[in-house]
């Protein structure tokens, strides 16, 4: 007898299909044969055997933010959107949230901070906690209170075969261990996470410092002397986009007061000429308010975007830096930038045998886009990011597997360094047919 789908199921041509096709990047949008909505892990799994008995090919969705092709959706296949799954339970006293994991970042780290939490976040509140959770997932509050999967106790999956596992320090170790970075989608598909959350401060102090694009050179180059080594209490992201926009902006969160963090900024505020500075001690839901403002959920691009990301383990000398200005200042598209964080503190307190996630020790993370809308300048903007990955790779290291980069063809070197070996063989473990598979997941080891 045939599993039947439940959950919302939508088949290709019913209504509500050419809303749930839209993907965060329009770049990765397909037509999948169906939709199936899950409401539980039930409907995951009658999900996963459907495939199966129908020989259909299938993805996992939570948030819609994958980044590049085929990865969270499939073209005449099955996707299974875990987005009205968005449960969240709060154990104070503990201080232990159970997520399901089709909520999306902004609303679950502003209810956190209503409620005297704070969680380690992205930078975008649209995303889903599903899949960032499994890639690491950081965000300013990082170098205070690490990845978002080192805050993971625990979590539910559904296998290959459809049953449903829970997995934590004591049970399923092997497969704990690779959920904490080894990337969304390889092993199972998650239907709820249990993490430590942090009591927050009652305030925090955050800035945003704003210069003319002709500085970014002089910025560029206080920021990452600065950045790496200041107080791990203060996070803070640095982005230059294109020359046609014009500008550098420095943003970030300080947990403390507005005087140390004054003199702590000074090494930022004193290269070049800042046209705007706001530095503002607020209530701490204030202060994740002014990071993460709020944005239509599922979110939507108007571009299409391609992304590609890298490590810096060293400092950059001119050349590197160069490369960035270039690429810049000959952006065809829509918009280009180059985004940074730095690193650090609570994030590199961790081996990197610890969990999956490998990259512990670099100074910053760092990635970089073009944006397009018409088809015609889809060519040009894919080479530029692929033509600056060549020219910086004497300068950078690896890559971060949530923000996938297909030209990348030794790919588990690149995401996961020397833990590709085991994700393998725990690959092999939970799901030795491959039956998760898709453009750079996990190969299940021979």
């Not at 809303?19 to 999948?32: F, G, H, L, T």
């Not at 560029?220 to 500008?247: H, M, T």
């Not at 239509?296 to 400092?315: C, E, H, T």
């Amino acid at each position: 007898m045939s599993t039947p789908l439940t959950g919302r199921v939508i088949f290709k041509g019913d209504p509500g299909y050419q809303q749930a096709i839209k993907n965060w990047n329009p770049y990765v949008d397909v037509y999948p044969l169906v939709f199936v909505f899950a409401q539980n892990s039930y409907d995951v799994s009658n999900a996963i055997k459907w495939a199966q008995e129908n020989k259909v090919p299938l993805r996992v969705r939570s948030g819609r933010h994958a980044l590049d092709k085929n990865l969270s959706v499939v073209s005449g296949g099955i996707v299974i959107d875990v987005s009205e799954m968005n449960r969240v339970c709060l154990d104070k006293k503990n201080e232990i949230a159970t997520v399901q994991t089709g909520i999306h970042v902004g609303p679950l780290v502003k209810m956190l901070a209503r409620e005297g939490f704070m969680a380690p976040f992205g930078d975008s509140p649209t995303v889903g906690i599903g899949g960032i959770t499994m890639g690491g997932g950081f965000g300013v509050l990082s170098r205070s209170i690490g990845l978002i999967s080192d805050n993971l106790l625990a979590l539910e999956t559904v296998d290959a075969k459809g049953k449903i596992l829970q997995a934590n320090q004591s049970c399923n170790e092997d497969l704990f261990w690779a959920s904490r970075g080894g990337g969304g989608g390889n092993f199972g598909y998650n239907t709820e996470y249990t993490f430590k959350v942090h009591r927050s401060p009652k305030t925090a102090t955050v800035f945003n410092i704003i210069w003319p694009w002709d500085q970014l050179e002089t910025v560029f180059k206080a920021w990452q002397k600065w950045a790496p080594f200041v107080d791990e209490r203060l996070g803070c992201l640095l982005e230059i986009y294109s020359k046609v926009n014009g500008l550098c902006h420095a943003e970030g969160i300080f947990l403390g007061s507005k005087k140390e963090l004054v003199k702590l900024l000074k090494p930022l505020l004193n290269a070049g000429t800042p046209t705007q500075t706001v530095i503002e001690t607020l209530s701490y839901p204030d202060a994740i308010d002014f990071l993460d403002p709020d944005e239509p959920i599922p979110g939507r691009s108007d571009q299409n975007v391609k992304f590609s990301s890298a490590w810096g383990l060293d400092l950059w000398s001119e050349e590197p830096i160069s490369i960035m200005k270039k690429f810049l200042e000959e952006a065809t598209g829509t918009e280009a930038n180059f985004f940074f964080i730095n690193w650090g503190g609570a994030l590199s307190r961790v081996p990197s045998n610890e969990t999956a996630f490998f990259w512990r020790r670099p100074l910053f993370y760092t990635e970089w886009t073009a944006s397009w809308e018409n088809k015609s300048q889809e060519a040009s903007n894919l080479a530029s990011v692929e033509k600056v990955r060549q020219l910086m790779k004497p300068y950078v290291k690896g890559s971060y597997v949530n923000v996938p980069d297909q030209n990348i063809e030794k790919f588990g070197k690149a995401y996961y360094g020397s833990n590709f070996a085991r994700l393998r063989e725990i690959k092999a473990k939970y799901d030795p047919d491959n039956l998760f598979h898709f453009p750079q997941s996990i190969p299940p080891s021979c």
